[in-house]
C-alpha cells in the first residue's frame, strides 16, 4: 500500500466523478485515513459513506471553504481525530467565468475567493500540523489555465487564481522544506467532471483538446494516480513546479522535478543546508559546495535560456556528471547554461 498509514485531508470531495472524490477512493484504497469536505450539504459524507461501505477508513464533513473560520475549525477538528496531518490535497474550487470586456468586479473577487483564499485558509492552520509530522505533502489544484491563456468562456479571473495557486505552492516549497514540507501543483487540461460537463461548450472543448497531446479528456482517476504519487514517499525528492508542457502532455502538466537531494526525511535530521546550486546574476549555476559556505543538499532545477530553443530542465547534479571537471575550460565550479 502507497500510502499506509498517511493522515490525509482532501477538499472537495462531494462530487461523485470530480477529482476530489476520486482522490479520496483511490487514497483510502492505498491505506491513507482521509477526511474530506464539501460546500454542497451532505455531499462530502455521502461520498465518505458509500467508500466506508468498502470497508475504508474515510469521513466528510460539510464546509464552506470561503469561510476562514470553518476552514480552521475543519482542520483543527481533522487534525484531532486523525491525530496529525501528513497530506493537504487542496483540491475544491468554484469558478466562474465571463470574457474579460464583461468582468465586474464581484466576479473577479468571488473567484479569487473561491479558488485562490480557499487554499490560504485551509493551508494557513494546516501549517504547524504539516511540519510536526516532518515529512508532509501539499498538492495544490491549479490549471492549464494559469500557465497559458486560454480564450473561450472568459477566463482571466480563474486564470489569475490558478496562476496565484501556482506561484503560492512554490513559494510553500521554497518555506517548507527546511522541515520535510514538500509542496506541488497540478495543473490539468480539461479533465471530464460533472462540474466540467455542466459548462463546457464545443468551443472550449475543441480549444482544449487541441492543446492536449493525448486527445481526450482527463478522468477523475487520471488525476489521482498522480496525486498518490505526489502524496506517498515514492516522490519524497519533489517539491516545487515546473511546467511541464514541453516535456509531456498538457493533461497533466504538472509541477514538478524538485529540488532536493536530501529528501524531506533527511532535511530533519540535518543541519539547515544552503543551497549549493544557485544562480548567478549572469545565468551561471554556482557550486557553493566547493565554492563557498558547506552544504548537503542539491537543491535547485535551472531552466535553459529559451535562446537554446531547449527547454529541458537541467539540475546541477546532472551537468556535475555529464561535464567533467575541466570539459568547461577556466573553472569547474562555474557552468553556463
Ligand atoms: N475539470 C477540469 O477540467 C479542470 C481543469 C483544470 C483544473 N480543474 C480544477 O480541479 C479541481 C477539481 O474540479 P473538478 O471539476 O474536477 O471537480 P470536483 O468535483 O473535484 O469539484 C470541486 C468540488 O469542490 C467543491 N467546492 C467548491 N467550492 C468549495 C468551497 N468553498 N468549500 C468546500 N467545497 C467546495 C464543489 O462542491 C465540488 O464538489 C478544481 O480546483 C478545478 O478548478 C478542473
Given amino acids: 500500500m502507497r500510502l499506509a498509514g498517511k493522515r490525509v485531508l482532501i477538499t472537495g470531495t462531494g462530487t461523485i466523478g470530480g477529482q476530489g472524490a476520486a482522490a479520496q ?35 466528510g464533513t460539510t464546509v464552506d471553504l470561503t469561510d476562514p473560520g470553518a476552514a480552521e475549525k475543519w482542520i483543527e477538528d481533522s487534525a484531532a481525530s486523525l491525530g496529525g496531518i501528513d497530506v493537504l490535497y ?28 480557499v487554499i490560504f485558509h485551509t493551508t494557513s492552520p494546516a501549517w504547524r500540523h504539516l511540519k510536526q509530522s516532518g515529512g508532509a505533502s501539499i498538492i495544490n489544484t491549479a490549471s492549464m489555465s494559469g500557465v497559458r491563456g486560454i480564450s473561450p468562456l472568459g477566463q482571466a479571473a480563474h486564470a489569475a487564481a490558478k496562476g496565484g495557486v501556482i506561484a503560492l505552492t512554490k513559494t510553500l516549497a521554497a518555506e517548507g522544506a527546511p522541515d520535510g ?37 482527463g478522468l477523475g482517476d487520471d488525476i489521482a494516480y498522480l496525486a498518490v504519487y505526489l502524496a506517498s514517499d515514492e516522490s519524497s525528492w519533489v517539491t ?13 502538466s504538472i509541477a514538478w522535478i524538485a529540488g532536493a537531494s536530501g529528501a524531506p526525511s533527511s532535511t530533519r535530521h540535518g543541519p539547515r543546508a544552503t543551497p549549493p546550486c544557485s544562480r548567478t546574476p549572469r545565468g551561471r549555476l554556482h557550486d557553493s559546495r566547493t565554492s563557498g559556505p558547506t552544504g548537503h543538499r542539491a537543491h535547485l532545477v535551472q ?12 539540475r546541477c547534479a546532472w551537468v556535475r556528471v555529464l561535464l567533467p571537471a575541466g570539459a568547461i575550460p577556466g573553472s569547474r565550479r562555474h557552468l553556463v547554461l
Avoid: Y
Avoid at 240 to 252: G, I, L, N, Q
Fill in 25 to 59: 477512493a483511490l487514497f483510502a484504497r492505498e491505506g491513507a485515513r482521509v477526511i474530506g469536505c464539501d460546500l454542497k450539504e451532505g455531499a462530502a459524507e455521502e461520498t465518505a459513506e458509500q467508500l466506508r461501505a468498502d470497508g475504508l477508513d474515510v469521513s
Fill in 90 to 117: 487542496n483540491n475544491a474550487a468554484k469558478a466562474r467565468f465571463a470574457p474579460f470586456a464583461e468582468m465586474t468586479l464581484e466576479l473577479w473577487r468571488d473567484v479569487i475567493q473561491g479558488e485562490l483564499d
Fill in 181 to 217: 514540507i514538500r509542496a506541488n501543483a497540478i495543473s490539468p487540461g480539461l479533465v471530464k467532471t460533472p462540474s466540467t460537463d455542466a459548462f463546457i461548450g464545443d468551443e472550449l472543448r475543441t480549444f482544449q483538446m487541441n492543446m492536449h497531446l493525448i486527445r481526450r479528456p
Fill in 240 to 252: 516545487s513546479r515546473f511546467s511541464a508542457r514541453w516535456v509531456t502532455t498538457p493533461t497533466t
Fill in 303 to 314: 531552466r535553459p535560456r529559451p535562446r537554446s530553443g531547449n527547454r529541458l530542465l537541467l
